[in-house]
């Protein structure tokens, strides 16, 4: 995948590398939502295990039309996206932390107000298909940000609106104990990146690679874990 600039997700000016593909619904997606119309939520209110990559990209492209409840103009595979993105570029190799990035707010559709549990029902829906690792990572997604709130002064004013409404009800910033505990994780240091990542990843009309860009790598991931 060709490497962009960031720059505009970090909040620096933006340099002249962005790729002409901008992120957009897919032309195909199924359903048009607005604000979660009844139709998908008739089709998404209960959470699934993806077994095939052909069922999660379906799935992805139909978050194409899902609006942010964060940005206007903003989709929820718009988010993903970006979040990839910011990923690629500080982690290339690991494609695993990509797809993390990529999916980690899949189960945006099926969970309720304060979105206690996407990232773990994300986490299972995505477990049998990416693996355990790809699984974990998206499921820390929300533990890392209390563990970022507890242990950088300066991290909660760089919080979105929607994030600090959800902090309360994800359980606030972490205790001592759970500190260590979330360090004791052999992959606690990309669990942080993929949380940085996601509060960077919300700024709209950043043009980055289109989801095709990013279906070889899904297929990758998946047949890494057959």
């Known amino acids: 995948m060709t490497k962009v600039d960031v720059t505009t997700l970090r909040g620096e000016p933006p340099g002249n590398s962005w790729s002409n593909v901008r992120t957009s619904p897919a032309s195909h997606a199924t359903f ?9 939520t008739d089709n998404f209110s209960r959470a699934r295990r993806f077994t095939s990559a052909d069922e999660l990209i379906d799935h ?41 990035g990529l999916v980690h707010d899949l189960a945006h559709p099926w969970d309720g107000p304060g979105q206690p549990r996407h990232a773990s029902m994300g986490a299972l829906a995505v477990e049998d298909l990416l693996g355990k690792r790809v699984a974990d990572l998206i499921r820390a997604h ?75 790598i899904v297929r990758m991931v998946a047949e890494r874990v057959r």
């Open 60 to 100: 992805l492209h139909v978050l194409g039309s899902a609006p942010s409840v964060e940005l206007a103009d903003f989709t929820e595979l718009d988010h993903g996206l970006q979040t990839a993105v910011l990923l690629l570029d500080v982690a290339p190799d690991d494609h695993e932390l990509q797809i993390a």
């Open 32 to 40: 048009i939502l607005a604000g979660y119309s009844h139709a998908v």
């Open 142 to 216: 929300v533990p890392a940000k209390r563990y970022l709130v507890s242990t950088r002064e300066e991290y909660f004013g760089h919080l979105s609106p929607d994030s600090v409404m959800t902090l309360a009800a994800q359980g606030g910033p972490m205790s001592e104990t759970e500190i260590a505990e979330f360090e004791s994780q052999t992959d606690w240091r990309a669990m942080v990146e993929l949380r940085i990542a996601d509060d960077n990843a919300k700024v709209a009309g950043v043009r980055v690679p289109s989801l095709d860009s990013w279906e070889p």
